[in-house]
């Protein structure tokens, strides 16, 4: 089995043994990525053709990490506000045009991002990933930035910004 493959089928068996089952769609959309259920049953990872086995890799780490810190944070107890904080973003996001989520639902989920990232590290230890460690230092604060920004204006990065950031923070991880 190719290394990649292997890493990806040792995150699932990892998100696994802590109660979680992983689902895999494939979608055309492109800003279909990953999520992690509420109630820490399910991780759904939607994938297209352009994305590379590593995104996977790191969109599995990324909704893990959401797990993790529901059982080591939470004591696998639904976080209301967080939840709450979700359902009204939702309700923005749906209408482009609309008044972004009041800035308290915002730090809610730029909080919980950043809490979740924590555990980016010990996942990729106790799983052996093999993925260069920088790849998963550029997405932890690639995603801490974008909800840096979402938190900050209502909204998140366009297509162009992200792009930019990305290839910054490539420069400076890649180097180090």
Known sequence: MP???DEIDRLIKYAEGMG???KFFFTNNPLADAEWTLDGTEISIYHNKRQSKTDIILSLIHEIGHHVWFIHKKDRQPDLKF???LDRQNLFDMDLSATPAPKKFRKKILDTEKDATVWWNIIYKDTNLKIPK???DVAKKFDIWAYEVYYKTGFFPNK???KMKHKELTMEFKNK
Do not use: Y
């Open 160 to 162: 162009k910004e992200k």
């Open 134 to 136: 920088w790849k998963l």
């Open 3 to 5: 290394i990649r493959e």
């Open 83 to 85: 939840e709450q904080a």
């Open 20 to 22: 979680v089952k992983v």
